[in-house]
Structures are given as C-alpha cells and as structure tokens.
C-alpha cells in the first residue's frame, strides 16, 4: 500500500511541475505585460530547465564515471 501511495504522491508532484513550467511557457507566449512574461520565463526555468540539466548532468557523470 505504501508503494502505491509514493507511485502517487511522485505522479501529482512530477505533473504538477510540469503544469506549473507548462504555465511558465503559456505566459510568455501571450499578450501580457513584461513582468509577466518575465515571470513566465522564470517559472519555465525552475521547473523545466534546472530539473533537467541536473538529471542529465548526474546520467552523465555515472555515465562517465566522473564521481570521486
């Protein structure tokens, strides 16, 4: 049961992120002022960007086996 609910609890937070980047993209996409776009990229950034080039960044490194 527990197993379950972490495999759930893992789904809301992931597709949460991912609206909230989602969202980030959304903003600076449409007609709205620059503060909002700015928050729109920032939003992007946090939540899509960093996640990402820390995930590859630790594939690689175990990859290459660069860890001391």
Do not use: H
């Amino acid at each position: 049961m527990k197993k379950i609910l972490k495999r759930i609890l893992a789904f809301i937070v992931t597709n949460t992120i991912m609206g909230i980047g989602i969202w980030g993209v959304y903003t600076n996409e449409s007609d709205t002022e620059i503060g909002w776009q700015l928050w729109g990229w920032m939003l992007a950034i946090i939540t899509i960007a960093f996640p990402t080039i820390s995930f590859w960044l630790d594939k690689m490194t175990w990859l290459l086996d660069l860890e001391d």
